[in-house]
């Protein structure tokens, strides 16, 4: 089987991962400081020419210090060619990133514009945190050498070329002279630079403006310890002088990166090693061990053992990063349930996968499971089951991932057998007989034989284990027969066919019944049970003793009446045979006779067939014996006679076997009666009752019954009836009168009564309760179909109007009458009761005079009205009760006890008193205050 590519991809894709997080540059946390951007965005640019003080300068150019970007002296850098004033050593972008800035320029033609004395900067501001503490810059620098220009005098070193790079402080000092100060001016021993002679840049593509060779420097890293300025604002600077005595230049690549000040460590590890990874731009020294190389790995550690390393940048600057380890192992692992299956069945895959810490063991949760079943479907799940499309042998693959994102992975092979091929034969038979199947399944692959049959015949869901089965199937038909069968490894297989069970043909035939002496015939009606299936046999049985008949449609003559059963035998092409037996019945001839009611005059003459055997005709012809030589068919017919006199009516009739017979009966058709009615009244109120009076007769045939129907549903037997009228409306009234030869006629009056409906007499009154006080009451009409309406008030008065309103002259409970009628002259009545209800009041003095002329307020007692019961009683400052009454009329005079038996008049002052009252309504008061008595 190919190997499982996506799985090999997983695993690539791992190490790719590991590897580019080793090789790759990442982004600076500080925005476009790496020039990401491919423009100078936060970046600031000089230009300028040497400061006039410098030492041994001639310099006609007037000094400038200018701000700006300026092409030519500030270039981004978007592709990576050798430098040809490096030997080709230099290539123009840093390994790893996309962009860079050239500072400054040189030589002629594209890489230059000319020489002068130009100063060229660069400078990037930013404020220090935990998160950029690391700043790290790269640069790669070519300074042409003018101690090799044998055309010019010698230079002195404020004359030559240089690079310089500052990080200076927010009042633009340089932050430490040694730490942040870098400075190199063109030397031919400068430490670190190397030599291109002039016939090297020519011979490279270089084109300098003087004859004179230059040295470089290769793209450096240059590490730098920040975490000294957390919270301060720093500025990164760069700066590169030409010499424009002789025209030689310096300028320089650069790019810059800053990012947290730690240690990367690699935990992830299959023998317990850790990789821990140092910034760039150091030398490093490591403890414990003593290494010297950027990154080291450790082996057999601890979790949570430390380690720390000693930095020191190339200006000698020296700074330490410690960092704890934790090596971690993962081990991938799982179980396909099962191994071996059969195609179309499920293998479930369970995870047995471990990670843990070296050192001690202790677990680390694996969070993430990449299954490749191996025929292109994965899976993430942490126990997938998976069902493949075809058999063969498949490499299952499982890439974990634990909490620390370290990976492994493991693949396991499985096997998926393919299924055996099911088929059988079997025979056509008719219905009613055996089928027999022959198994012919057969199975591939070493190992597998196949060991189970299950028939499944789908006539009535009966079924057999037998490799070579027999069914009966009880009916005809195309039936569906499914066998499965399995092999010893369990894998199984399926085949439907479809068998024909030839039906029976259907026998049926067609007798004619007949009358005794008339032929039958019979008419074959069978039918096949199958188109292809002809029948080609008949054997008739008339069931009379007589001969036997083989024609397919044959005739027979029956000399009696009854019922015989013929049977008729039936053989088809296939051999299946198959009868039926039919009656047919031999009937008498009939006797005809009828009946003709009511015989009279001008009135519909019924007659109906009374022939027998009553049920058997067919047929019916009428003559009815009068001049008109009407005719009718059916079992009954009307016809009416014109004239009083004797009729002969004749009838032929044919029964269902088209036996025929005929009678003629004679009829005697008298006069019809005179019906006549009328009323003693019309019209009236409902509910109305009217007597309704009889003047039908009959001269020659009595009138023995009288229908009278009123037109409300009621009716009545009697010759002359009474009848009443619920319910408003017109009404049609008949009567139909019949005779002794049941000769009947009838009479009908259209609206002969009128009754007429009644007003619906309603009013609401508002209130329907009050008080003496307001006593006046609002009635509005709510009547239906009046127009007269009078009131009554329940206090001898009353009113005729349709609204109005009464006020009471005393309180009481007033039934209330209305009376309407319409215009009929109907009326109707309803009434309604309404309450005046009583009121009390109370109130008493709080002083009086007794004694004083001409007898004002010289009494004291309480005011009110409808009080059922009082009682008062008066107490001195002493509480003594110095008066008690029962009767508002019994004012107190200001004596005690209103001076019985000589008691003395009270003195002047302040007195309490109390009452207790019922009023109207039987309910009790209590009242308590305070009066005074002046003298």
Request: aromatic letters at 12%.
């Amino acid at each position: 089987m190919k190997p499982d590519k996506k799985f090999f991809f997983l695993i690539l894709l791992s190490i790719l991962q590991t590897l580019s997080m080793m090789a790759q540059v990442a982004p600076s946390k500080c925005d476009n400081l790496d020039f990401s951007r491919g423009d100078f965005t936060n970046w600031v640019g000089h230009t300028s020419v040497y400061p006039p003080t410098t030492p041994g300068t001639n310099i006609n150019i007037p000094y400038y210090y200018n701000t700006g970007i300026v092409s030519g002296r500030q270039t981004i850098m978007t592709a990576s060619t050798p430098d040809p004033y490096a030997c080709g050593n230099i290539n123009t972008l840093p390994p790893g990133q996309p962009f860079c800035a050239r500072l400054g320029n040189g030589g002629i033609g594209p890489w230059g514009n000319g020489v002068e004395w130009q100063r060229d900067y660069l400078s990037y501001t930013m404020p220090i945190t935990s998160t950029n503490s690391l700043l790290t810059y790269r640069y790669a620098v070519i300074l042409q050498d003018p101690n090799k220009d044998t055309t010019n005098p010698p230079h002195p070193p404020p004359l030559r070329p240089r690079f310089i790079v500052s990080i200076l402080d927010s009042a633009g000092n340089v932050i430490d002279p040694t730490c942040g100060y870098f400075n190199v001016v063109v030397d031919s021993t400068v430490k670190g630079f190397r030599s291109c002679s002039l016939a090297n840049i020519v011979s490279g593509g270089g084109n300098p403006s003087s004859p004179s060779g230059t040295i470089y420097r290769a793209w450096t890293t240059v590490g730098v310890d920040m975490r000294p300025y957390l919270g301060r604002s720093i500025t990164l600077q760069f700066e590169t002088w030409d010499c424009g005595l002789g025209g030689h230049f310096g300028y320089a690549y650069i790019s810059a990166h800053c990012d947290a000040f730690s240690l990367q460590t690699q935990t992830c590890t299959k023998d317990g090693s850790v990789l821990i990874m140092a910034p760039e731009g150091f030398s490093y020294k490591w403890f414990p061990g003593g290494q010297t190389t950027k990154d080291i790995s450790v082996y057999n550690a601890v979790p949570g053992d430390s380690v720390s390393v000693e930095l020191t940048s190339v200006n000698g600057c020296t700074t330490t990063l410690s960092t704890r380890i934790y090596p971690t192992v993962a081990t991938a692992n799982f179980i396909p349930s099962p191994g071996i299956v059969c195609l179309n069945s499920q293998i479930n895959f369970t995870d047995s996968s471990y990670s843990h810490y070296t050192g001690n063991n202790s677990n680390i949760p694996i969070t993430a499971w990449s299954w490749s079943f191996g025929d292109g479907t994965t899976s993430t799940a942490t126990n997938p089951s998976h069902m493949f499309a075809a058999s063969g042998t498949y490499t299952v693959g499982l890439v974990i991932t634990n909490q620390n994102g370290c990976q492994d992975s493991i693949r396991k092979i499985v096997r998926v057998l393919p299924p055996p091929i099911a088929s059988f034969m079997m025979t056509e038979v008719c219905a009613g007989s055996p089928v027999s199947f022959t198994d012919s399944s057969s199975v591939t692959g070493s190992g597998q034989n196949i060991s189970s049959w299950l028939w499944t015949f789908k006539d009535n869901n009966a079924n057999s284990s037998l490799q070579n089965p027999s069914h009966f199937y009880a009916t005809a038909g195309t039936f569906t027969v499914d066998l499965t069968v399995t092999t010893n490894e369990g894998c199984l297989d399926n085949v439907s066919r479809t068998i024909k069970i030839w039906p029976l043909p259907l026998a049926n035939f067609s007798g004619t019944n007949v009358c005794v002496g008339g032929t039958s015939q019979f008419t074959d009606k069978s039918t096949r049970g199958d188109p292809n299936d002809a029948i080609v046999n008949w054997v008739w049985n008339f069931g009379d003793t007589t001969a036997l008949s083989s024609s397919p449609n044959p005739g027979h003559i029956y000399l009696y009446a009854g019922t015989y059963n013929v049977q008729l035998i039936i053989g088809t092409n296939k051999g299946c045979v198959r009868d039926t037996t039919i009656p047919v019945v031999v009937h008498p001839l009939p006797v005809a006779n009828f009946s003709a009611t009511p015989l009279c005059k001008g009135s519909p003459v019924q007659f109906k067939d009374l022939s027998t055997p009553a049920g058997t005709m067919t047929g019916w012809s009428w003559n009815f014996g009068d001049i008109t030589n009407n005719t009718a068919s059916g079992s009954a017919a009307t016809h009416t006679y014109d004239s009083s006199m004797v009729y002969y009516p004749s009838l032929v009739i044919i029964s269902q076997f088209g036996c025929k017979d005929s009678v003629k009966i004679p009829i005697n058709i008298p006069p019809p009666p005179n019906v006549n009615f009328d009323a003693n009244k019309y019209d009236g109120c409902s509910p109305l009752c009217v007597n309704f009076l009889n003047e039908a007769f009959s001269p020659s045939d009595p009138i023995t019954q009288w229908k009278w129907t009123f037109g409300d549903g009621g009716t009545s037997t009697v010759p002359a009836p009474s009848h009443c009228y619920p319910n408003p409306g017109q009404y049609d009234v008949s009567l139909t009168v019949s005779t002794v030869n049941s000769c009947k006629q009838s009479l009908s009056w259209t609206d002969m009564i009128n009754v007429y409906p009644h007003p619906v007499a309603n009013f609401s009154t508002n209130p329907t309760s009050t008080t003496e006080s307001t006593p006046f009451i609002n009635l509005t009409d709510l009547s239906s179909g009046a127009n007269y309406w009078h009131w009554t008030f329940g206090d001898n008065t009353g009113v005729t109007a349709q609204d109005t309103s009464h006020t009471y002259s005393k309180a009481g409970e007033y039934l209330i009458w209305l009376f309407v009628q319409n215009k009929y002259g109907c009326v109707d009545s309803i009434s309604k009761e309404i309450i005046i209800n009583p009121e009390w009041t109370f109130y008493i003095p709080n002083c009086f005079t007794p004694h004083t002329s001409p007898g004002i307020n010289d009494g004291f007692i309480g005011y009110g009205t409808n009080i059922s019961e009082f009682e008062m009683w008066i107490f001195d400052r002493w509480g003594n009760n110095i008066y008690h009454c029962n009767d508002l009329n019994e004012p107190w005079n200001g004596s005690v006890n209103n001076g019985v038996n000589g008691e003395k008049t009270a003195q002047q002052d302040v007195y309490v008193w109390k009452v207790h009252l019922k009023d109207v309504f039987g309910d009790p008061h209590d009242y308590l205050g305070h009066v005074s008595l002046i003298k």
